[in-house]
């Protein structure tokens, strides 16, 4: 498959991104949660029919250092386990918080390897902050020329 050139790839800009989310936000919040009022769904996780919706879940993680926490989520949570999941709406929620959390990145430099082939090492803080070990496979995916996402 032949390279799209610069200018043929579409770069999307902050503004869109933006107009794309506010779009999104305001579908999300006239949509009702489908699973709005069911009780008594049987677990994933332990089997028991004790699976109701919750409109007060709390999402919470550790990202790099930084501790994220939201509430008034909606979903499934089981009154036995406490196994929860969220609805779609949370999710994008999650997902969009998460994502504006981006921190500015990760400076390294392009090495040789000898040859043609180019290499980066990554910096101590990445490899703390990501779960990899040596020689696993990872994957890199090709944005625009100047943006790569390196998925592990
Ligand atoms: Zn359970």
Redo the contacts with the bound molecule.
């Keep these: 498959m032949e390279r799209p050139r610069d200018e043929e790839i579409h770069v999307v800009t902050k503004e869109e991104m933006e107009e794309t989310r506010r779009l999104l936000a305001k579908a999300y919040a006239r949509k009702k949660s489908p699973l709005k009022g069911m009780r008594g769904v049987i ?1 994933p ?2 089997n ?1 029919p ?2 109701d919706y919750s409109d007060d879940l709390v999402y919470e993680s550790y990202r790099t250092g930084e501790r994220v926490v939201i509430t008034g989520l909606t979903g499934m949570r ?1 009154r ?4 929860q999941g969220y609805d779609l709406r949370s999710s994008g929620i999650i997902e969009r918080v998460l994502e504006e959390r981006v921190p500015g990145g990760y400076e390294c430099t392009i090495t040789t390897l000898g040859g043609e082939r180019l290499g980066i090492y990554l910096p101590k803080d990445v490899v703390r902050e990501m779960d990899i070990e040596p020689r696993q496979k990872a994957i890199i995916k090709l944005l625009t020329r100047h943006r790569m996402v390196i998925e592990v």
Excluded: E
């Design positions: 677990c996780v332990c028991q004790t699976v089981c036995n386990c406490g196994d």
